[in-house]
């Protein structure tokens, strides 16, 4: 198993600013994820974050809003960047043990005035 | 995103019930199918997973039965608790791919 760590666990920005979530894993990983997840909603998979490579994004976000890197096998940030309202939301990271499970981190609560 | 299909969207039992969950996909290359659970205000926890090889696994009073040629796969829990309630997510995975993930069932067990 893996235990996950982020930061911030919750914030509230301002429309047009920048945040910076930081995901810590307790172990060494190769791939970690990036997800979102609206409250009483499922888990959508915003990018794949290897170490070494370029983020691979999903349909529907782009890495101009979402900024992601990968320094090292233990560490990983997601930045939503020019938010507004609709960015308010669940993000949350995971970790990949074993090439087959996901272990999440509580989650970054984020609200966006 | 969703290639796994899940329900039912909310479920309510006593306690001491049975509550079932059930899951269905397509992508038959999927090998390893997970159940998480959530919390509110917690990340998904890993509960059980399974993969295509067996029929049933049992983790204390959790059990996954899957059934490969209807490509179906259920969450039943036994005993339930009110310690229980809480939203339960399926999910699928194929090879390096991506998990997939149910779209959650919040359940409520009541005392």
């Known amino acids: 198993s893996a235990v996950i760590s982020q930061k911030p666990s919750r914030d509230i920005c301002q429309r047009g600013t920048s945040l910076t979530i930081q995901c810590q894993v307790d172990?060494?990983?190769?791939?970690m994820f990036w997800y979102r997840q609206q409250p009483g909603q499922s888990l959508t998979l915003i990018a794949t974050a290897n170490q070494g490579s370029e983020a691979t994004y999903e349909s529907g976000f782009v890495i101009d809003k979402f900024p992601i890197s990968r320094p090292n096998l233990t560490f990983s940030t997601l930045t939503v960047s020019n938010m507004s309202p609709e960015d308010s939301s669940i993000y949350l990271c995971?970790?990949?043990?074993?090439?087959?499970?996901?272990?999440f981190g509580p989650g970054t609560r984020l609200l966006v005035l | 995103q969703q290639q796994v299909k899940q329900s039912p969207q909310s479920l309510i039992v006593q306690k001491g019930g049975i509550p079932i969950i059930n899951c269905a996909y397509e992508?038959?290359?999927?090998?390893?199918f997970p159940w998480y659970q959530q919390f509110p205000g917690k990340g998904p926890a890993l509960l059980i997973a399974?993969?295509?090889?067996?029929s049933e696994k049992k983790e204390g009073r959790f059990t996954i039965s899957f059934n490969k040629s209807a490509k179906q796969f259920s969450l039943h829990i036994m005993d339930s608790q009110p310690g229980d309630s809480a939203t339960y997510f399926c999910a699928a995975k194929a090879g390096n791919n991506d998990m997939r993930f149910g779209a959650g069932t919040r359940l409520t067990v009541k005392p």
């Open positions: 992508n038959t290359a999927f090998d390893y």
């Open positions: 995971s970790a990949e043990i074993g090439q087959e499970t996901q272990y």
């Open positions: 172990s060494q990983v190769t791939m």
């Open positions: 399974i993969r295509p090889d067996v």
